[in-house]
């Protein structure tokens, strides 16, 4: 089977909690630590402080990079697959994308509406896949982003998914989290969905479900939490 390297890079950026930023002022490059969440459509959200360095450059150049790491496989870093995706930043005014940001960093509720801060969203133009050592994959904007249709397809059913789920399913969300890695006991809640996975939330702690085959409605959801489900309940009864 033919892999799909624009799948797994979607999954690396979708469950990053951390990523590297890299800008740029009057040609002098610049690195920061900062804390995404994806849109729908795969877009890096950045909430950013206007007395941040990082920022400033944004504001004056909006051309940038973001540095996406997921867990190597042993003690050489070098083995670890890492996603470098380049665009271009812009402020955005969107409250449902600011409670997607803050769904996936919940400890930020403290700080969420300083006057200084804002929500920043990245148009990827493109990507350099690394899954470990001389496995490089370069990615087009059309390898690397999720069908359009699907997308719109999610978001439209994404608020009756989150609700139906939540009120009518919850002993499934807290089934699955118990055998998800950082998972364990607790009032877990369905936070966002996407083309790749879900997001599970009780309090700060944040978990990702990927999905086995992807989902591109809500029927599609609904098969993917189910078979979560149902492993998970096995997983219990060993």
């Excluded at 051309?63 to 003690?75: K, W």
């Excluded at 939330?201 to 489900?229: C, H, K």
Aim: overall charge negative.
């Amino acid at each position: 089977m033919t892999e799909d390297h624009g799948l797994a890079a979607r999954r690396l950026v979708r469950a990053a909690r951390a990523a590297t930023l890299a800008t740029q002022l009057d040609g002098q490059p610049f690195a920061s630590l900062v804390t995404p969440a994806s849109a729908p459509d795969l877009s890096p959200l950045l909430w950013l402080s206007r007395l941040s360095e990082h920022t400033r450059h944004l504001e004056r150049e909006p051309r940038c990079a973001l540095l996406f790491t997921g867990p190597g496989e042993g003690p050489n870093p070098q083995t670890a697959p890492r996603v470098t995706l380049t665009g271009l930043a812009e402020r955005v005014e969107d409250p449902v994308l600011k409670a997607r940001w803050l769904a996936r960093h919940p400890y930020a509720a403290l700080y969420a509406d300083f006057a200084d801060f804002g929500l920043w969203r990245i148009a990827p133009q493109g990507a350099l896949m690394v899954e470990g050592f001389a496995r490089a994959h370069r990615l087009r904007a059309a390898a690397l982003l999720p069908d359009p249709a699907h997308v719109a397809a999610l978001l439209a059913a994404e608020p009756g998914i989150v609700t139906h789920v939540n009120e009518d399913h919850a002993d499934a969300i807290a089934a699955i989290a118990l055998h998800l890695p950082g998972g364990g006991p607790g009032a877990w809640r369905l936070a966002a969905v996407d083309t790749e996975g879900c997001d599970l939330v009780d309090g700060e702690r944040v978990l990702r479900l990927e999905f086995q085959m992807g989902a591109t409605d809500a029927d599609s959801v609904r098969r993917e939490l189910v078979l979560a489900a149902r492993a998970a309940r096995a997983a219990s009864h060993q």
